[in-house]
């Protein structure tokens, strides 16, 4: 590898126990249902500190680690936090405070809960934003947009704060590139900011569109020109809502890879067919087998030919995905071509593959896999979430044990992942 790798925080040093998971070849069968998108939710949960009203959230994923600290936040500001089975009701004890006071983990949402306190409060200040490390992932677009609505931010050796006595005011936002947080974040303080807010080139996505939902729901004026701007009216107030989060694509493609690179047959019910319309078109001309129904894809394991792909945003191929078309790639005889436009370079794990056998290589930006072979089990680690769920399904096709250290990442984004994986006839064992 031709880049400086980046290094997971240690479990004990990020707050969460040190979970091996130990996965044995297994072929997956059966029915498994995707829960809520994780990159819906958190931001579904930041925008309830924009009212002192309740919000509802539906189809919550309850056993997400991220949801789990992003719920313990807003109970530190203020809010009444409680599950029930699939749902979560947001209420408020009392009004939030302007600084987010927050020892544990943090998380990259904390600069979407950093604009909601200014909008509300006039004050914000959070703890510097955590998350998987992808490289050169700055914030410099939130400090952007947030001094375009009017506010003075200021960054400290472990702390972003920002300042609006006045409230924020609407303003024009021009963003440079299509970034889904700070997409986010300009819709979030837009809100409540004084008069209308035009945000220039966002990235519209199944993401932004839920929140957008929601956020119309609560009483906010926002209007959607596709992917050249979203226009919202400030509002002084908004009320609570009833909302239902949209089903995990990341989960529903984990599924429908590993049932095609184990040669199963497994039934993904409440498949976000939609939203992965361009992934899907690559991964049919890799050979995978699907059937779609009414509200579920019937995915049957076969023969996978190479992929090429470049990552792109949406509709298009994100960054997320690309560790998983990575390992259907190495089940795929002959050389697979990946290249990541959004984070270059983004391609660590590969070492980790190439410890159960993948044969991998990088000439400039573009990842470079030779498949076909046969894996074999070895120790492993998780340097992020994505890359620890890539492991955990080539460990379904290696010969003996694959043992996934740090695999407490997978939890940040997969809920109930074990649990599931079992009843789809997997072998994995938990330690820790």
């Given at each position: ?13 990020a707050g ?13 069968q059966g029915s ?14 930041a ?17 997400l ?23 979560l ?33 006039g ?36 702390f ?35 008069g ?6 966002p ?23 596709g992917?050249?701007?979203i ?16 089903p ?27 939203d992965?319309?361009v ?11 699907h059937?779609?129904g ?25 960054s997320d ?12 005889p ?11 370079g ?19 930006d ?5 498949g076909?072979?046969?894996?074999h ?20 096709v290696?010969q003996?044990?694959?043992?996934i ?20 006839g ?5 330690d820790?």
């Open positions: 590898m031709n880049r400086a790798i980046p290094q997971p925080r240690a479990a004990e040093d969460e126990p040190d979970t091996r998971y130990l996965v044995e070849a297994s072929r997956l498994v249902r995707v829960s809520g998108a994780k990159n819906s939710v958190l931001r579904l949960m925008a309830s500190l924009l009212t002192a009203e309740p919000v509802r959230l539906t189809r919550y994923p309850a056993t680690r991220d949801a789990q600290v992003q719920k313990g936040m807003l109970e530190a500001l203020g809010k009444h936090c409680s599950v029930a089975g699939d749902t009701l947001i209420e408020e004890g009392s009004a939030p405070p302007g600084r987010l006071v927050w020892p544990g983990r943090s998380i990259r949402n904390t600069l979407l809960i950093l604009g909601v306190l200014t909008a509300r409060t004050f914000g200040e959070v703890p510097m934003p955590g998350g998987c490390q992808l490289g050169d992932r700055k914030h410099d677009l939130h400090v952007m947009l947030l001094e375009r609505l009017g506010a003075r931010v200021t960054e400290g050796p472990d972003l704060r920002a300042e609006a006595p006045g409230g924020l005011t609407g303003a024009e936002i021009h963003l440079p590139l299509r970034s889904t947080g700070a997409t986010e974040n300009a819709l979030l303080c837009a809100t409540l900011a004084r209308r807010t035009v945000i220039w080139g990235h519209i996505r199944p993401e932004i569109l839920d929140l957008v939902a929601m956020l119309r729901r609560m009483g906010a004026g926002i209007e959607v020109f992917q050249e701007r226009e919202v009216a400030g509002v002084e107030a908004l009320g609570g809502a009833d909302h239902d989060v949209i995990d694509n990341m989960e529903a493609l984990t599924w429908m890879i590993g049932a095609a690179i184990t040669g199963g047959e497994v039934e993904i019910v409440d498949f976000p067919t939609r992965l319309e992934p899907l078109v690559f991964l049919k001309e890799s050979g995978l087998r059937f779609t009414p509200d579920s894809v019937l995915v049957r394991g076969g023969a996978c030919w190479p992929v090429e792909i470049a990552t792109g945003p949406y509709p298009g191929i994100n995905m690309q560790p998983l078309f990575a390992i259907f790639g190495a089940m795929s002959g050389e697979s071509r990946i290249v990541d436009l959004r984070f270059p983004r391609y660590a794990y590969a070492q980790e593959l190439a410890r159960l056998g993948v044969k991998v290589r990088t000439v400039g573009v990842l470079h896999v030779t076909g072979r046969q894996l089990g070895a120790t492993v680690r998780a340097l992020d979430l994505r890359a620890g769920i890539t492991l955990a399904l080539a460990g379904l290696a003996g044990v694959t043992e250290r740090d695999a407490w990442q997978v939890e940040r984004g997969y809920d109930r992942f074990v649990e599931k994986l079992r009843g789809l997997g072998r994995i064992r938990v820790g």
